[in-house]
């Protein structure tokens, strides 16, 4: 199993381009969801996704799109990139409530 | 106020000290308790399960939950550089607003000296 996949490992924007981030799991988890870390404020959930068709925003939601048309992949857009936007992100996937989150190796991402 | 709060440290410690890691919450709708040690430049991966109060030991781990207190604390024995890393305590309930997703403390930075 390769767990979370995710890419790509790093990349730079300038200010107002768009870009997607790829996860994808092979462990058949019904639940992924993604994360933006920065420094001094642990991980923040962006958004999140409990089946094939079902998404829902999380704590920190704008600017971001997701979609997740099968069980293995859930893509992350961004619309119009923002400076505010420079973080690393994870994508992480679970069987479902309570149970154990695999994260993935993350994507630094900087906008200019 | 956020809504876990952990102490960012750094922390650093000799080789073979006993650790002590914190984390204090408010959401008392928090049932399951987990501990992530995250390497430089690498995805957080999970070290310790716990669900509701009580004390679960992994060999040199121990996580406690005080639901009480609304603290819960990872105590690592036999320290070893290989420890180095930073520390994630995360909470979920199941109460809707909480279902399902993992509310993170800032993370705790611990370096093991030889």
């Known amino acids: 199993n390769a767990g979370v996949t995710q890419t790509p490992k790093f990349q730079v924007l300038k200010t107002g381009q768009s870009m997607t981030l790829q996860c994808a799991q092979d462990?058949?988890?019904?639940?992924m969801s993604w994360y933006r870390q920065d420094p001094g404020m642990g991980l923040r959930l962006i958004h999140y996704?409990?089946?094939?068709?079902?998404?829902d925003q999380g704590e920190v939601p704008n600017g971001y799109n997701v979609s997740r048309s099968t069980t293995e992949d859930f893509p992350l857009r961004l619309l119009s990139a923002a400076p505010s936007q420079t973080s690393v992100y994870f994508c992480?996937?679970?069987?479902?409530?309570?149970?154990?989150?695999?994260f993935g190796p993350g994507t630094r991402l900087t906008v200019l | 106020q956020k809504e876990v709060e952990q102490d960012p440290g750094p922390l650093s410690v000799p080789e073979g000290a006993i650790v002590s890691l914190n984390c204090t919450y408010s959401n008392s709708a928090f049932q399951y308790f987990m501990w992530y040690r995250q390497y430089s430049r690498k995805g957080p991966e999970l070290l310790m399960y716990t669900y509701s109060s009580g004390n679960k030991e992994d060999g040199r781990f121990t996580a406690q939950v005080d639901k009480s207190s609304k603290y819960i604390s990872l105590f690592i024995r036999d320290s070893q550089p290989s420890d180095s890393a930073t520390y994630l305590c995360a909470m979920t309930g199941v109460s809707s607003g909480s279902a399902r997703q993992l509310t993170f403390g800032s993370g705790t930075q611990l370096t093991v000296l030889p």
């Open positions: 996704s409990v089946g094939a068709g079902i998404t």
């Open positions: 992480a996937s679970g069987k479902g409530l309570g149970d154990t989150q695999y």
């Open positions: 462990m058949n988890h019904e639940y």
